[in-house]
């Protein structure tokens, strides 16, 4: 079980890498980093592009293989 999950995460890590690295980049500075918006913006996932999704996805993928390997250990 521990391989399965070890592959998977190896797996997971590397798409994750990819998806980062093939985004556009914003122009928006450091304003862009922090938010640049306020806590209103209430349909902010309809606005997300298709890729960061998929990143968004894989981060979540990634954090819960994570703890998965951890509570096998």
Same mark, same amino acid.
């Given at each position: ?9 190896? $797996? ?11 985004? #556009? /980049?914003?122009? %928006?500075?450091?304003?862009? $980093? ?11 996932? #309809? /606005?997300?592009? %298709? ?23």
């Amino acid at each position: 079980m521990r391989v399965l999950f070890s592959a998977l995460h190896i $797996v997971i890590a590397i798409l994750l890498m990819v998806a980062v690295l093939a985004q #556009q /980049r914003k122009q %928006g500075g450091f304003s862009g $980093v922090f938010g640049g918006g306020t806590q209103a913006d209430s349909g902010q996932w #309809q /606005r997300f592009s %298709g890729m960061t999704k998929v990143t968004v996805v894989l981060a979540a993928a990634f954090m819960i293989t994570s703890v998965c390997l951890v509570l096998l250990s």
